[in-house]
């Protein structure tokens, strides 16, 4: 049984590649997407403190579809260009907003939510698999650490698709 362990650092850079180590752990030899999507959130999620929301929204061939993830419950269709998530998934650009309430056109499935990042997920054949969204409730929460941080941690599952 794999147990996550307790990553005490003031590092992001640190923080980040230990939890990127950890992932690829929890992920090892495991097939299933579904599955490694499922634990990937709930490693995240557990490990990074102020987040209120960790998750995956799958690309469908025509929207954003909420798929495994840890926190509220999810707007569960998102177009592409619409919102944080669909503006990822459109422009294939790490999405770093440090308050939702100044981003045009933000969704609010949680309304908690005050900073949000979204890393667009793209398949080595350049196909789009869908994008990984993390919510705060702390304005400000996320910087260019944490963007270089989960485009790692991106990486990391991405890796799972061979």
């Known amino acids: 049984m794999y147990e996550a362990k307790a990553i005490d650092t003031a590092d992001k850079a640190t923080l980040y590649a ?8 929890l992920m ?11 634990n990937f959130a709930a490693l995240v999620y557990d490990v990074l403190p102020d987040l209120n929301w960790a998750g995956f929204y799958l690309y ?9 993830f840890q926190g509220k419950p999810a707007c569960i269709r998102i177009a592409l260009g619409r919102g944080v998530c669909g503006t990822a998934a ?8 440090r308050d939702v309430h ?5 969704i609010a499935c949680d309304a908690a939510s005050n900073s949000e990042i979204v890393v667009p997920l793209v398949k080595a054949d350049g196909s789009l698999f869908g994008v990984w969204d993390v919510d705060s409730p702390t304005v400000a929460r996320f910087d ?15 890796k799972t698709f061979g």
């Open 18 to 25: 230990e939890l990127a180590e950890q992932a690829t752990g």
């Open 28 to 38: 090892h030899g495991e097939p299933n997407t579904i599955a490694n999507a499922a």
């Open 60 to 68: 469908d061939g025509t929207e954003l579809v909420v798929g495994p």
């Open 90 to 97: 459109q422009t294939r650009q790490t999405q770093l907003v």
């Open 102 to 106: 100044a981003f045009d056109g933000h």
């Open 144 to 158: 260019e650490d944490d963007r270089k941080g989960m485009e790692r941690l991106c990486a990391v599952f991405m």
